[in-house]
């Protein structure tokens, strides 16, 4: 006696129906993830609420950066009135990647 396996992406599901009769559906490791993804919206829509509306105005009317300040600071660097220390940089940057 020979056992066939399937890979382990598919499976078989029977579901129950006409007696007598066995209809088989094939299930793939996908659908979960396709039921999650279809609870998202409702699960962002909840986060929406009459509470958190002024908070997500407010968010949205703040600009990305303050262009002000970073012309400031490009203009002192250009001048040399803001000390730069590249290889400081260099080991902040490689800490917070977790280099060091």
């Given amino acids: 006696m020979a056992i066939e396996t399937k890979p382990r ?3 078989m599901r029977i579901s129950s129906g006409t007696p007598g009769v066995m209809p088989v559906q094939t299930v793939t490791e996908s659908a979960p993830a396709e039921a999650a ?3 998202a919206p409702a699960a962002s829509a909840a986060l929406q609420s009459a509470v958190l509306q ?3 105005q407010a968010l949205k009317e703040m600009p990305d950066f303050d262009h ?3 012309a400031m600071l490009r203009d002192a660097l250009a001048k040399g009135e803001l ?3 590249a290889g ?3 080991g ?3 800490r917070f990647h ?3």
């Fill in 9 to 11: 992406g598919q499976r």
């Fill in 37 to 39: 993804k279809a609870a």
């Fill in 54 to 56: 002024p908070a997500v």
């Fill in 68 to 70: 002000a300040k970073v």
């Fill in 83 to 85: 000390p730069f220390n």
């Fill in 88 to 90: 400081k940089l260099a």
């Fill in 92 to 94: 902040m940057i490689q």
């Fill in 98 to 100: 977790g280099g060091q």
